[in-house]
């Protein structure tokens, strides 16, 4: 059974994720999205997802991301090399009430 953890992006978290024996973590992306201005972005929380997902990889574990993430926002987490996934349901869910799943979807890609 493969296990993954939700944890915030910090170190002492990625390490104890690690020796409790996990395959992969889940960052938590809230601070960087209640930080998030348009035209701005966040970078300093944006800076931590990037060290924190490098350092998960560095320890052999998969490193996915969510939470809080739109389409405003999400653009420069997906850039990050070390992220294999990210859990972006609810904002696609909210666009899929309006304008239908398959173009919420394809809006989102």
């Known amino acids: 059974?493969?296990?993954s953890l939700f944890i915030d992006p910090e170190t002492d978290a990625l390490h104890g994720s690690r020796d409790l024996g996990t395959?992969?973590?889940?960052?938590h992306t809230g601070e960087y999205a209640n930080a998030?201005?348009?035209g701005r972005g966040a970078p300093v929380e944006l800076d931590r997802l990037r060290?924190?997902?490098a350092l998960g990889r560095s320890l052999g574990l998969?490193?996915?991301a969510g939470h809080g993430?739109?389409?405003?926002?999400?653009a420069p987490?997906?850039?990050?090399?070390?992220?294999?996934?990210?859990?972006?349901?609810?904002?696609?869910?909210?666009?899929?009430?309006l304008s239908g799943l398959e173009a919420a979807v394809r809006e989102m890609k």
Do not use: F, K, M, Q
């Open 1 to 3: 059974i493969r296990t």
């Open 23 to 27: 395959d992969a973590i889940e960052l």
């Open 36 to 38: 998030w201005r348009p």
């Open 51 to 53: 060290r924190a997902a």
């Open 62 to 64: 998969d490193v996915h």
């Open 69 to 74: 993430l739109t389409y405003e926002n999400v």
């Open 77 to 97: 987490v997906a850039a990050i090399e070390e992220i294999e996934e990210l859990n972006i349901g609810h904002s696609v869910v909210s666009r899929a009430v």
